[in-house]
Structures are given as C-alpha cells and as structure tokens.
C-alpha cells in the first residue's frame, strides 16, 4: 500500500509548473532542489502528477525492493519514494530531488 506522507522528486527540464487538480484525494504540493515545483495525489496503486499547463500523467506502482516505485506507461517516468526522500528519473538521464512544501 502507498504511504500517507509519499514524497516524490520530478525534473522535468523546466517544464514543471505547480498545478491544480478537482479531486476528493489529497494534493500534495512539491519544492524540488533544483527549483522545480509540481503537484501529485495517490490513489489505491497510482500516483497523478501535475506538469506544464496543468497535465496529468498517471503513474502505475511495481515493486520496489524499498519504499515505493511508480511507472509511466511509455516508462519515460519512474517514481522512487521513500519516507521524505523522493526522485523522479526522466528518462533515465534527469533526476532530482524534492521535498513537501508546508
């Protein structure tokens, strides 16, 4: 199951923007090291992630031999969480680091 506190990292090389979604599941806001922002909700074994102009790109959960591993369906985007820590691997050259904005 997905944790209640699941960070996540994401660079998307500039594309990012801190968006919005209607939905009854929570929305987490993101500050990345490198000064990207975005949004992402979890639901059941899926993460939705917010980028440029308000797109969403639903990611699908696999294993992960810790934390938790989310997959896009191109896998062009891999999510690796755990606890506080989170990366977003685009594909496989871009990643960075990010925290919960409060």
Do not use: W
């Not at 090291?33 to 074994?45: I, L, P, R, V, Y």
């Not at 934390?67 to 990643?95: C, F, P, R, W």
């Amino acid at each position: 199951m997905i944790a209640r506190h699941t960070k996540i990292a994401l660079a998307f090389g500039g594309l990012l923007a801190l968006g919005g979604c209607v939905s009854t599941v929570p929305q987490y806001k993101y500050q990345c090291h490198d000064g990207h922002q975005f949004a992402a909700s979890f639901e059941q074994e899926k993460a939705l992630i917010i980028v440029d102009n308000g797109r969403e790109i639903e990611l699908q959960q696999v294993r992960s031999a810790s934390g938790a591993k989310y997959l896009s369906d191109d896998d062009m985007l891999v999510l690796h969480t755990k606890g506080d820590e989170a990366i977003l691997i685009v594909n496989e050259i871009s990643q960075s680091a990010c925290h919960i904005v409060k």
